[in-house]
């Protein structure tokens, strides 16, 4: 987003290789923003062969083709990577030899490409979303070509079978808001010259524009997480806290651990670890949360037991089990 964000401000402000050089670098973020990279120097593209025949110098529309130069680099740039990445990259560095979402994506082999098109308007949801990201845009923020960059990522969450991309309560639209937020500064700072009339028309809308987006975000504070800090429960630690520490504290640093998702993060900074859900060589610690499962179909009670089915001809002992938190130590 930090990303994102310079890039868009470094176009708002007519800086092109500023722009273009934020935003080459999230393509090594995530394999789908090559596409929003791409689309960003289509529009790059777009404006530049837009106000070059307007130009009154010499020097003016050189600048235009410049600024279409980069663009069109820039868009390159960006499609280029997402193939790399998602045709090469990731099968290379994935044990199953393949990229793991093709399967979240509703061109899959029981779905014909119409009916999967058909799809991606479809539930209501989808609708809702689009709804507010164009109020945090203020609505006037759709006549600036950057929206287009929102495209990328409502396509793929929408073509997605996984029901929570298709929402705004999730993290996926926290890539869009930058977007929203450029387009609204870019569609209210663009003002043509004509009659005074219109002109203050156009001054009104902006200024409306602007309410609108404040207001969709000040409403929407209450039912976003970022409304947990001024909550005094959110400070407070949880009932668990203690026995999560001591799991932490059970793998000592330096060792290998297989974990489930829920202490993972902490286990990182001091230990080698691996996610329970991969096919990885015998660890010599595994941690687990016993009261929240990793797999829907299975209890998981005894974190020895676990790691002993999981690697054969291995042993494992329980080292600690407090409050649904258990880790088991690889013996011999």
Known sequence: MPLLALALAAFLRGRWWACALWAAPLVFVKE??????????????????RATPTRTSVGSALRGDRQAGIGAGLAAWGLLWSALAILVLLPALNPGGRWDYVDRLASQEERSVVQALLDAFV?????????????????????????????????????????????????????????????????????????????AGRTGAANL?????????????????????????????SDRHDAAMAAIDAVPPGAT????????AYLVPRARVYWVGNTNPAPDFVQLDTRRRTWPDRDITDAASFAEDRHPGTDYELVLDAEGYQVARRVG
């Open 123 to 199: 539930p209501g949801e989808k609708y809702v979303t689009v709804l507010l990201l164009v109020a945090a845009a203020g609505i006037v923020g759709v006549r600036s070509p950057l929206v287009w960059l929102w495209v990328p990522t409502l396509a793929w969450r929408f073509l997605g079978t996984v029901e929570y991309y298709w929402g705004w309560q999730w993290h996926y639209s926290a890539v869009l808001m930058p977007v929203a937020a450029a387009a609204v500064v870019d569609a209210v700072a663009r003002h043509a010259p004509g009659p005074p009339a219109r002109v």
């Open 32 to 49: 789908d923003l090559g596409l929003t990279v791409a689309a960003l120097g289509l529009v790059m593209v777009w404006r530049g062969r």
């Open 257 to 264: 651990v297989e974990a489930d998702i829920y202490l993972m």
């Open 209 to 237: 524009g602007v309410a609108v987006a404040l207001a969709t975000t000040v409403l929407m504070l209450p039912v976003l997480p970022l409304a947990r800090l001024v909550q005094p429960q959110t400070w407070d630690p």
